[in-house]
């Protein structure tokens, strides 16, 4: 047995072993990775190299842009911002079958644009608008899934911080390009839940009888071009060039909090501390998740899944399957920071091999990723849908099967498309 393959035998089995058993994953992690190395390097040179990547996988200057982008979305939260953009998002929805749960969709595909968290948007949306949808009748477990299988597709588009993990960890992919390259998957996904929303609204006999006036419609609208030129500020400045990622991920914050704490008056600044915390807390796992990354480059692991996976066959379109079909297990393990840093190395030197492009693979690895986020056991904007839903997993798992075909028909035609994640980055020559 080759020292990669038993390395990654304990890596595995040790991860799994303390997943299972509920113990944090950024524990986990480092507990894992340090238990697979000792084979190779001794005690005290395991522990000292592991602290040693944990400072250096944080202090990396392109990184700082995700507690920055993390940061941006719990002020959003909090701020007032999701009331505003869900009336927004009902000016387009009109009197269609379902108009509540397609403004919820519609509203989780902005408010993810502007914070770039899945888990947010469903908290967000789903506590303010369900009661609204209880109100006209809707089922709440149908109100629950229809927010939480639209609610990652803010992680596909822009800003998304797991995006930018995977620019570094891929050896530098250009982030505005990937940012590019998420917004027809993203919206895609999207369409795809409103399709089955619209299906099941129309047998249930969901409609809405609430209608804008002119004069409504223009309010509305002038209450929402703070947050949305948030998106244009932002996205547009990192798109230009006129500022990195992670000074995009600053921009975020000052005006989010400007919005939030001195104009729309929202958060008090008593409140700021704490929001600070809670955003430093959800940060700490990309430190640990680097020490995984750094053992196995150094033990060959990635090598050796990449020969035995072009062992099993050299035909693209089966070791697409292949990789899907794994990553999609993986993410209903696995968070998708650390998730993407363990796992893009492994699996991009193969895709690489059969042509694929580092921008298409990283968006197919990201839009897989994102389904493990509504999966059990680890799927965070699962439980966060759960709860503010006021239903049960089990209640709301069967709802939830039609979008799961739905999103992964989608996921097929990201896979093997190129065009839809590469048209747009060729057009602006990113590609």
Not at 19 to 27: D, K
Not at 180 to 201: D, E, K, N, Q, T
Not at 213 to 229: D, G
Not at 341 to 356: D, E, S
Request: charged content about 10%; some cysteine; proline content about 5%.
């Amino acid at each position: 047995m080759t020292i990669a393959v038993a390395c990654g035998l304990i890596i595995l089995v040790l991860l799994v072993i303390m997943l299972l058993a509920g113990v944090p994953i950024a524990v986990a992690l480092a507990v894992s990775s340090i238990g697979a190395i000792l084979p190779v390097l001794d005690t005290g040179a395991s522990v000292l190299t592991g602290a040693q990547r944990i400072f250096s996988g944080i202090s990396v200057f392109s990184l700082l842009a995700i507690p920055f982008f993390i940061l941006a979305g719990n002020l959003m939260n909090k701020g007032g911002i999701a009331i505003r953009l869900i009336n927004f998002a009902k000016l387009f929805t009109g009197g269609i079958p379902g108009a509540l749960a397609h403004t919820n969709a519609v509203a989780n595909m902005l408010f993810g644009a502007i914070s770039g968290s899945g888990t947010a948007a469903a908290s967000a949306m789903g506590s303010i608008i369900g009661p609204i949808e209880e109100e006209e009748g809707y089922d709440r477990d149908f109100s629950a899934a229809a927010n939480i299988a639209t609610a990652p597709t803010g992680l596909l588009i822009p800003p998304s911080n797991v995006m930018i993990t995977y620019s570094l960890v891929s050896g530098g992919t250009s982030v505005a390009a990937l940012f590019m390259a998420g917004y027809i998957p993203g919206i895609l996904w999207g369409l795809a839940c409103m399709i089955v929303i619209y299906i099941f609204s129309k047998k249930k006999g969901y409609r809405s009888t609430k209608k804008f006036t002119n004069s409504e419609k223009l309010k509305v609208f002038l209450q929402a071009i703070p947050c949305l030129f948030m998106i244009v500020v932002v996205i547009g400045g990192i798109i230009s060039g006129i500022f990195t990622a992670t000074e995009g991920s600053v921009v975020a914050v000052v005006y989010s909090m400007v919005l939030s704490v001195f104009f729309y008056k929202s958060i008090k600044p008593s409140e700021l501390p704490k929001i600070f915390l809670d955003s430093a807390e959800m940060t700490g796992i990309i430190g640990v998740s680097s020490i995984m990354s750094w053992v196995m480059a150094f033990t060959g692991i990635p090598t050796a899944v990449s020969e035995a996976m072009l062992g099993i066959s050299d035909n693209r379109y089966v070791i697409l399957v292949i990789i899907n079909i794994l990553l999609l297990i993986v993410g209903t393990f696995m968070d998708m920071t650390p998730a993407c840093l363990i796992f893009t190395p492994i699996f991009l030197p193969i895709c690489q091999t059969l042509g694929m492009n580092t921008i298409h693979f990283g968006i197919m690895m990201i839009f897989n990723l994102c389904i493990g986020t509504i999966t059990p056991p680890v799927g965070t904007t699962l439980f966060v849908g759960v709860k503010v839903g006021k239903t049960k997993i089990e209640e709301v798992i069967r709802p939830l099967l039609a979008y799961f075909a739905a999103i992964f028909i989608v996921l097929l035609m990201v896979s093997y498309i190129p065009a839809l994640s590469m048209w747009l980055p060729g057009l602006l020559g990113y590609v």
